[in-house]
């Protein structure tokens, strides 16, 4: 079953559920992707449509630092709720040790010795871990090894 296959049925099931903040959730992901595959006038692979889902993600992690700034605790807790449903389609994400090991072994690589050498380093490291890691996170790790 595809990916896009899932959230149809979950959505389905959502609504038979009556589970108003999931089947919210899923239409707001179906439609992400079906804005998608208009611009780009192609089917997304579940590769693709990972991309979308993951954009999301980031997108929603994002706006919960102004919701801090904000003092707008219930709208972080709604937000973190969504994360966590769009989490399900996405693939397991990678433990902070495995994306340290991952970071070593590009810095390994690559050669590189300082921050001149993040791009390099990144560059090395984002294609491994798609969809399997937050950028921030990674970004965060190769700072702190290249400092």
Same mark, same amino acid.
């Given at each position: ?120 380093? &990144?560059?090395?490291? &984002? ?21």
């Amino acid at each position: 079953m595809s990916l896009q296959e899932r959230l149809l049925e979950d959505m389905k099931e959502a609504m038979k559920g009556r589970n108003k903040e999931k089947l919210s959730v899923i239409r707001m992901a179906r439609a992400a992707i079906k804005d998608k595959e208009i611009n780009e006038r192609k089917d997304l692979s579940d590769e693709e449509v990972i991309e979308v889902l993951s954009k999301l993600v980031k997108q929603n992690r994002d706006s919960i630092s102004e919701y801090k700034k904000a003092g707008q605790d219930e709208k972080i807790e709604e937000i973190n709720r969504e994360i966590d449903i769009l989490q399900e389609y996405l693939p397991e994400q990678l433990s902070k040790e495995e994306l340290v090991k991952i970071v070593e072994e590009v810095i390994a690589d690559t050669n590189a010795e300082s921050m001149r050498d993040m791009g390099k380093v &990144m560059g090395g490291i &984002m294609p491994k871990v798609k969809g399997r890691a937050d950028g921030n996170l990674v970004n965060q790790l190769v700072r702190e090894r290249l400092q």
